[in-house]
């Protein structure tokens, strides 16, 4: 199973929106309403960010938001903070006989 | 409150085997799958397996099959990951994280994490 595509890195003003996005295969992202979004802070664990394409769990906010066409899933970040400086990773369930999930390759976001 | 507390960092040598914990509480233990995950220094997510800490059930990553054992002892609340045959690349942090949204939902997403255990292979 390969990992999902993302880009490496992602920046913009404070205030300003970005989208990050998560390109797989019919396999994954195709098949499955089931990205996940996870950031993550330097020496710290991830944290669930959006689930199901594009639901938040309670807490998060709703600067954050998540769709899906065909095999690419994207999160945006709307009102850009300081505090959303820093690696965010998609996740899909994978077809298999088995459970299977893969992966994104992360992505650096920065806050110019 | 949620909270998975894992055990403490370990050095291993090549060829050994690692096992870490997951110590579950604040919630019904045997009612949310467990996955572990582990992250190589400057790296990616990996996704490892997962237990179903009710029945025991688990599913590995193709990856991982033959090495890797994810077991579950519920009268602690915790999970366990053993690896073996260790190697230079298996050096990174390992997380457990339980499957789930957020509340009292299921989703195939991993809502709460552990803090993390870094496993070390170095002659």
């Known amino acids: 199973q390969s990992a999902l595509t993302q880009p490496a890195s992602v920046s913009g003003s404070p205030g300003q929106s970005i989208t990050i996005s998560c390109t797989g295969t019919?396999?994954?992202?195709?098949?499955?309403?089931?990205v996940s979004w996870y950031q993550q802070h330097p020496n710290k664990a991830p944290k669930l960010m959006i689930y199901?394409?594009?639901k938040r769990p309670s807490g998060v906010s709703n600067r954050f938001s998540g769709s899906k066409s065909g095999n690419t899933a994207s999160l945006t970040i709307s009102g850009l903070q300081a505090e959303d400086e820093a690696d965010y990773y998609c996740?899909?369930?994978?077809?298999?006989?088995?459970?299977?999930?893969?992966f994104g390759t992360g992505t650096k976001v920065t806050v110019l | 409150q949620v909270q998975l507390v894992q055990s403490g960092a370990e050095v291993k040598k090549p060829g050994a085997s690692v096992k870490v914990s997951c110590k579950a509480s604040?919630?019904?233990?045997?009612?949310?799958?467990m996955h572990w995950v582990r992250q190589a220094p400057g790296q990616g997510l990996e996704w490892m397996g997962i237990?179903?800490?009710?029945?025991?059930?688990?599913n590995y990553a193709q990856k991982f099959q033959g090495r890797v054992t994810m077991t579950r002892d519920t009268s602690t609340s915790t999970v366990y990951m053993e690896l073996s045959s260790l190697r230079s690349e298996d050096t990174a942090v390992y997380y457990c994280?339980?499957?789930?949204?957020?509340?009292?939902?299921?989703?195939?997403?991993?809502?709460?994490w552990g803090q993390g255990t870094m496993v070390t292979v170095s002659s």
């Open positions: 994280a339980r499957e789930g949204c957020g509340g009292d939902c299921s989703s195939d997403a991993f809502d709460f």
């Open positions: 604040g919630y019904t233990f045997t009612s949310y799958y």
């Open positions: 237990i179903n800490p009710s029945s025991g059930y688990t």
């Open positions: 019919s396999s994954d992202v195709g098949s499955y309403n089931l």
């Open positions: 199901e394409v594009s």
């Open positions: 996740c899909s369930y994978a077809s298999s006989s088995t459970p299977n999930y893969v």
